[in-house]
């Protein structure tokens, strides 16, 4: 059975749903490792939850409700076969920015905005999949996002140290926290400071000495680094056991107190217009972010294994989740780079991993809860500040510098304004300057002047290479397709070097690179090629591509060329040079 385009309806369930395209051969073996990875990713799994809701201003529950409902979805829409949904802390952070404009924390009305801010970011991305818009993304340029994370890191890192003082304090930006943190001061508590930078110190030390450790005891690498990533749940455990051993609820240090079992009741949450409209924006910036992290973390792990994952199915896949994660009293949820990578490692061969996953954090939501009464924020804090410390990458701006002066401004002001102004300015700052850095580009091609390399029929760059030119003919190659945004920096240019040389007869635009011309474009080329005729001077064209020539034939361009279209440059060239005179003045 097939479509009006073709397209029968096998094709059409295989492409929206992924999971039927390896369900139906999964094996015993590939049950094995999944479930494996699921045990090892879920330990992880559980106090990144907890501690990603806290970071996003909401109860510890909701990072465990978050965990659940999205997995399963992704892993019947998502492309990535590896790839881990859940909270991650950039996502966290923004939505606390968010949800802050709009209810106060620990009350229902932040809860709901929580719920409604997830599906509106579900609705965009899979809105985006339906239209198969997924190359929007590539408008996004990856140093600048980078640049965005990098602060976001930061910003996350300080938000986390009032816990880790034991005392309060709020804001948005890196100024707000720090003006928080000092007019608060006086009031911090020893013991959290030495509880929690205990927890630091732990994580940071289990991220390579003790992988040492159990290599002593025969273990492989590999099978170390993966135990190694259960860390958070020896810490978690330790300082449960102290907290309530040592009655520290009673010393001043702060706990996460009950947590009520059960799973997320499934419900629509209440949508009013005038939240819609203020959560619109971040939930569009929030998506936007998720999307790309995910997609790279995604290609990253497919590539290892020579699976690609599709780009439009994966806004599918992300905007499931999060429409998962609103109807199951979550937030909103993306691609997790550090747990992708360990469900990776530990060989995970299909998205049952991140079902079987989602079933062990449901258990934990139902037995556990009462066991993390005890649990200390101060804990939740340092685990947080020590997984943001990945995400901080100055060598971006050393790397770009290096490469390329306009994207290490883009990338430093990306940075300077999120630090300054807080994440909804700073992702604001950074998707104008991604669009800025492909205007600016675009309207400046490279163009050079080409001349033949004697003994061949190869042309090259006259400022390059020791090439041959004449004064009656100009070789221009334009490295770039040609489109209003660029078109009036080639007539400029040709201008000017037809100004600066009296003797010039010919100008050839060699077409090589060009693989469109836009309609701005074709009336410049129309200008040129009449201002140049009135010049005494023919325009020519070489190396045409087939999709350019047919459009100009169409158009009727070619009929009113002054000039002739040559198969290649070499022929345009010999040709010309024995014959120096022009066209004739009109």
Same mark, same amino acid.
């Given at each position: ?9 096998? !094709? ?68 990535? +076969?590896?790839? $881990? ?6 996502? $966290? ?28 970011? /579900? ?18 340029? *990856? ?15 300080? %938000?986390?140290?009032? *816990? ?87 010393? /001043? ?16 949450? *209440? ?18 972010? /998720? ?10 792990? /497919? ?34 780079? %550090? ?14 991993? $991140? ?39 100055? $060598? ?46 675009? %309207? ?19 400022? +390059? *290479? ?29 201008? +000017? ?45 070489? !190396? ?15 009929? !009113? ?18 014959n120096f005179s022009g066209c004739a003045h009109s």
């Amino acid at each position: 059975m097939t479509g009006g385009t073709g397209v029968t309806l096998g !094709e059409l369930v295989r492409r929206y749903l992924p999971i039927s395209s390896w369900l139906p051969s999964y094996s015993g073996g590939a049950l094995r490792r999944d479930l494996l990875a699921a045990v090892v990713v879920t330990v992880m799994l559980i106090p990144q939850s907890l501690a990603y809701a806290l970071l996003a201003g909401l109860p510890a529950e909701v990072g465990l409700y978050a965990s659940i409902a999205p997995l399963i979805a992704y892993a019947v829409f998502g492309s990535s +076969r590896t790839l $881990s949904v859940g909270p991650v802390a950039v996502a $966290s952070l923004m939505s606390a920015a968010a949800l802050g404009q709009v209810a106060a924390q620990g009350t229902a009305d932040y809860l709901l905005a929580a719920a409604v801010l997830a599906l509106l970011s /579900g609705g965009f991305l899979a809105l985006l999949g339906v239209l198969r818009l997924g190359f929007l993304a590539n408008f996004l340029s *990856h140093p600048v996002i980078s640049g965005f994370i990098t602060a976001s890191g930061i910003l996350i890192a300080f %938000s986390q140290l009032k *816990h880790l003082l034991g005392i309060s304090a709020s804001g948005e930006s890196l100024p707000e926290l720090m003006h928080g943190m000092v007019q608060n001061l006086a009031a911090w508590n020893p013991i959290t400071l030495a509880l929690g930078t205990a927890v630091v110190l732990f994580l940071v030390w289990a991220r390579s000495g003790a992988v040492k450790l159990l290599q002593r005891f025969s273990l492989p690498k590999d099978t170390a680094s993966l135990i190694v990533k259960a860390a958070p749940v020896v810490g978690v455990l330790a300082t449960i056991v102290l907290a309530s051993g040592l009655d520290l609820e009673g010393k /001043g240090v702060q706990l996460v107190g009950a947590i009520p079992s059960g799973l997320p009741q499934l419900q629509w949450p *209440h949508l009013s217009w005038a939240l819609v409209e203020q959560l619109a924006l971040p939930a569009v910036m929030i998506s936007v972010i /998720g999307y790309v992290e995910s997609v790279s973390v995604g290609k990253t792990l /497919g590539a290892k294994r020579r699976q690609k994952i599709d780009m439009n199915q994966e806004l599918i896949g992300l905007g499931s989740a999060n429409l998962a994660s609103g109807i199951s009293g979550g937030f909103p949820v993306t691609g997790g780079f %550090s747990r992708s990578v360990v469900n990776f490692d530990a060989g995970a061969e299909t998205q049952l991993a $991140s079902v079987f996953t989602a079933i062990g954090i449901a258990l934990a939501a139902m037995f556990l809860t009462p066991f993390l009464y005890y649990l200390p924020k101060a804990t939740l804090a340092a685990t947080i500040i020590v997984a943001v410390l990945s995400l901080v990458d100055f $060598s971006i701006l050393k790397k770009t510098w290096r490469y390329s002066p306009s994207d290490f401004f883009a990338v430093l002001v990306t940075i300077v304004v999120t630090l300054l102004f807080g994440v909804e300015i700073g992702v604001t700052c950074g998707v104008l300057a991604s669009i800025v850095l492909f205007l600016y580009r675009t %309207s400046k091609p490279h163009i050079a002047e080409v001349g033949l390399v004697e003994g061949t029929e190869h042309f090259r760059n006259v400022e +390059r *290479h020791q090439v041959l030119t004449m004064p009656q003919i100009l070789s221009i190659r334009v490295d770039e397709s040609l489109m209003f945004s660029n078109a009036a920096f080639l007539e400029e240019r040709i201008y +000017r070097d037809v100004a600066a040389t009296p003797e010039l007869r010919h100008v050839i635009l060699m077409c090589s690179a060009i693989n469109e011309i836009d309609w701005s474009a074709l009336e410049t080329l129309e200008s040129i090629n009449e201002q140049l005729k009135e010049a005494g001077i023919c325009l020519h064209l070489s !190396e045409v591509k087939g999709p350019v020539m047919d459009a100009l034939q169409r158009c009727g361009f070619l009929a !009113e060329i002054s000039g002739k279209i040559f198969f290649t440059q070499y022929q345009a060239f010999t040709e010309l040079r024995e014959n120096f005179s022009g066209c004739a003045h009109s």
